[in-house]
């Protein structure tokens, strides 16, 4: 297990809190949950369009994933387990001639479930479960592929469960999400190359000469000159 550090976890934080645009996301997207509090078909499409452009989870057929939402919250309730992300997830088209085909929007699921149901959940996208598998030491060079959320919730829980300091899922996941963008931006472990594709407005964050930023940016990969194993 390669261990996180507590500085790490802080220096996401303060970078988080160093970028106007998401700090402007998060408070549009409670606005949102304090809108439209209920699963209602018309309300569902909101949240889906909202976390789709935001979240760019590539959704193309948003209608019928609003109206998958609604019918799973409406017939069996809200259960929050995992797998009742993966319920969420998994998609049977219904138009444009897609009748039957069925989709699976882990990323989408998860950002969606992480705002508006319960911060218990993490966000699960390529950048944070390459990082769970990374600090898990499972598959480093390749990287651990999660085939569902269960799978990527539990690794999740259980490195935060191993962390020497008390933290939050929210904030545990800012430090795999801005470290990981910062590593990929970079080719720095866990990625083998540099990376333009990655998040603007991070980018933007990371671009900034300020000498403050720069050194929380050497934070954030405190773990590649600190201790790197734990026994």
């Known amino acids: 297990m390669i261990k ?5 976890v802080e220096s996401a934080i303060k970078l988080y809190d160093l970028s106007s645009e998401l700090l402007n996301i998060e408070k549009a997207l409670k606005k949102v949950r304090n809108t439209f509090p209920d699963f209602t078909l018309q309300s ?3 949240k889906v369009a909202v976390v789709n452009s935001l979240y760019n989870t590539n959704i193309f057929r948003v ?30 088209l219904r ?9 699976h929007y882990i990323s989408f699921s998860s950002a969606l479930a992480h705002i508006f149901l319960s911060e218990k959940f993490p966000i699960y996208n390529s950048v944070t479960t390459r990082m769970v598998a990374y600090h898990l030491n499972e ?10 959320y269960t799978d990527f919730y539990h690794d999740f829980y259980m490195l935060l469960n191993s962390l020497e300091f008390k933290t939050s899922v929210s904030e545990l996941h800012k430090y795999l999400w801005i470290s990981g963008e910062y590593r990929k931006l970079n080719g720095i472990k866990p990625w083998e190359n540099p990376s333009n594709e990655i ?14 930023v720069q050194k929380l940016l050497k934070d954030l990969i405190k773990d590649l000159y600190g201790p790197l194993f734990l026994e």
């Open 44 to 46: 569902t499409l909101v």
């Open 63 to 92: 209608y019928d994933v609003a109206y998958h939402i609604s019918e799973v919250v409406s017939q069996e309730g809200i259960t929050l387990e995992p797998e009742f992300v993966d319920r969420l997830s998994t998609v049977v």
């Open 199 to 212: 998040n603007p407005d991070l980018k933007k964050l990371f671009k900034k000469g300020d000498e403050n």
């Open 4 to 8: 996180i550090f507590k500085e790490q």
């Open 95 to 103: 138009s444009n001639g897609d009748n039957g085909k069925e989709k």
């Open 139 to 148: 598959e480093v060079k390749a990287g651990k592929k999660y085939t569902t």
